[in-house]
């Protein structure tokens, strides 16, 4: 278990296997069981620079709910043979498109592979404002490409200046790619607030190869005031 903490966010991630190569491929076999794939990650907010007018705690009021209130974004994942692939990005923007949080993302890409593979998960790139961060920022949103299995992560509902944000609908997303620029997007809404919810994200595939990949399954949302 490694505990990265960054400006502003904890991410608790358990890295279950070795960075795959420059590529960001996946010829490093995993060898951790199954069951210890399930991985959770904490994020107090984002790190990563987020547009000019995105919310903090000042001035509005806080979403009910008490300190152990958390967001948790699960999905089955299925690692891919080959190079370039396996990347995939994990965050939480609000109700109007503005970027929260980055719960995880694939060390290659948030560390700079993003320069060398300009077609890898290129929405959380742009939406994280990835370009601006430093590395110590970006490098305490990421881990190593994980095994195959069911993966869990969570967000305890704070900006990125660690202040619990305002009730309302947030928005989830998680986007892979495989196979170099096969992309996966899944996108859903739910509702931060003081009643517990659950919703199901969508999918777009740009592929047909990534229709049929089965790289990322069906996202769900799942919020515990």
Known sequence: MKRIQ?????????????LATACGGSDLAASSSREANSLTGTAAGSSLAAPTGSPSAAGVQAAAGGASRKLEI?????????????QFAVWVEDGKGRFVA??????????????????????????????????????????????????????DGKDRYGHPV?????????????RWENRILYEGTIAVGKKRATAKAAVKYTTEEAT??????????????
């Open 212 to 225: 049929q990949s089965g790289m990322i399954g069906q996202v769900t949302a799942v919020y515990t005031p």
């Open 6 to 18: 960054g400006a502003g966010l904890l991410v608790t991630a358990l890295l279950l296997v070795p």
């Open 102 to 155: 980055t719960l995880y993302a694939t060390r290659f890409i948030a560390t700079g592979g993003y320069k060398l593979r300009p077609e890898a998960i290129p929405t959380w790139v742009k939406h994280s404002g990835l370009a601006k961060a430093s590395s110590e920022e970006a490098d305490a949103v990421s881990g190593a490409t994980l095994s195959s299995g069911p993966l869990k992560f969570t967000w």
């Open 166 to 178: 305002p009730a309302g609908n947030y928005r989830f997303y998680v986007e892979g790619t495989t």
């Open 74 to 86: 699960s999905f089955p994942f299925v690692r891919q043979d080959g190079i370039a692939t396996n």
